[in-house]
C-alpha cells in the first residue's frame, strides 16, 4: 500500500492550494483519511480528517479556510487550502487506515504519504 501526496508548492499569502493525496496498492477499502502537517520545529500536527462516510473535522487553525473531501472511486484525499497564511507554511502528510487482508486475516493498517512541501510567503 501507497500514498502518493502532491500539489505543494510556493503561494503569496492571501492564496490557495489543492492538495492530492491517492492511495494504490493492495487493500479491502479504505476507513478515514488525514491531513497532518508539520512546521519547522514544531511537532506534527492534524489539520483535517474524513471518514469514510464523508464526516469532516478540523484543526481550530483551519476551520473556515481548508476543506477536505475525498473520491472513493479515486482512492484520493485532497485538501483545498483558501486564504493562506504564513503560518500555514509547513510539509503536509496525507495519512489513512487502510483495511487489508492476507494470510493472517483482516487488518486495519495505518499509512502515511511522502510530505509536500506548502511555502506561503511574499
Known amino acids: 500500500v501507497q500514498l502518493q501526496a502532491s500539489g505543494g508548492g510556493l503561494v503569496q499569502p492571501g492564496g490557495s492550494l489543492r492538495l492530492s493525496c491517492a492511495a494504490s496498492g493492495s487493500f479491502v477499502s479504505i476507513k478515514g483519511m488525514r491531513w497532518y502537517r508539520q512546521a519547522p520545529g514544531k511537532q506534527r500536527e492534524l489539520v483535517a480528517g474524513i471518514t469514510n462516510e464523508g464526516t469532516t473535522n478540523y484543526a481550530d487553525s483551519v476551520k473556515g479556510r481548508f476543506t477536505i473531501s475525498r473520491d472513493n472511486a479515486k482512492n484520493t484525499v485532497y485538501l483545498q487550502m483558501n486564504s493562506l497564511k504564513p503560518e500555514d507554511t509547513a510539509v503536509y502528510y496525507c495519512?489513512?487506515?487502510?483495511?487489508?487482508?492476507?494470510?493472517?486475516?483482516?487488518?486495519?493498517?495505518?499509512?502515511w504519504g511522502q510530505g509536500t512541501l506548502v511555502t506561503v510567503s511574499s
Open positions: 495519512n489513512a487506515d487502510f483495511l487489508t487482508s492476507d494470510n493472517l486475516g483482516y487488518r486495519f493498517l495505518d499509512y
